[in-house]
């Protein structure tokens, strides 16, 4: 991508588009669109003024002026035709839950926002006599931030303690196996708090993976499984995913424990990593995954 430019991305689809240089561009510069605020405001029982509750930002909608043009009018009405396509997102509307990126560049910086293609409204008032169409397209977003377009991630596997044997003072059932533990640094940088997505790998029976900070932000998962070898659970923190799910397929939530989802943000800064659990192998591992965010383009 160069600067100016957007693009649309979902499963089957790789869209670019804005510059003049393309068949699709934008005629004006597209408008990211305000945040509504929901506030929990109430008037002061006898008095002036008013009691601030909690306050909750919706989704933004970016809306696009854009020009589709073509040597013939063949072409322009092609043209057209890929990008109602594009826009219809077959590939994600039936799916609760999917969603498309939608990126854009702009002074070096590429920027991605989540969400799903909504309005659009073609005007083939001008394509015969010039092979000319516009169009006005919205596409709305899960919420008002921006991500970077790469995951930044970490990954190690879990170590099993030295040693071994009957541990003192024995009680029934002995067992020769015992919890393994590893932690690793990692430093958050970004704008705002992130969201991340935590894999584990089996082999591991009832992983506990937590993410401690230094100024005293943590999250725990422990997630009541036994996994195989060739086994994932994957938690997903997004706003726009919220799951915990086994192999990509079946859904898992009602075993995890620790932290809500929806409070698992992880604000800039250093945090230790840690994975335990009862593997017999040595060679679970644990991905931690996630993208830097900005509150504006």
Known sequence: MIDG????MYPGLDFTFGT??????????????????RVADVDRPRTDGRAFGIDFRTGRTIAFDLGIRGRTEKEAREAA???TTAWRADAIRLTPGAVA?????????????????????????????????????DFAAVDDLFYAPEEESIQFGIVPPLGGGLMAPLAAPL??????????????????PVWPVVEVLGPVTNPVVTVVGAAGVSI????????QYDETVTIDTRPWARSAMRNGTANVAGSLRGTRLSKAALAPGSYEVGLKGLDQTGTARVRLSWRSTYASL
């Not at 430019?5 to 649309?8: N, S, V």
């Not at 393309?22 to 004006?28: K, Q, S």
């Open 5 to 8: 430019q957007w693009k649309l």
């Open 20 to 37: 003049p240089d393309l068949p699709t561009f934008n005629r004006t510069t597209p408008d990211v669109g305000d945040v509504d605020i």
């Open 81 to 83: 035709a890929t990008l």
């Open 101 to 137: 990126e939608l990126h854009a560049r702009y002074a070096g910086r590429e920027r991605v926002t989540f969400g799903r293609p909504r309005r659009f409204a073609p005007n083939y008032a001008d394509v015969r006599v010039n092979g000319f169409v516009t169009a006005t397209a």
């Open 175 to 192: 067992s020769t196996t015992m919890n393994s533990d590893r932690s690793q640094a990692v430093t958050v940088r970004s704008e705002m």
């Open 220 to 227: 725990q998962f422990e997630a009541r499984v036994a996994l």
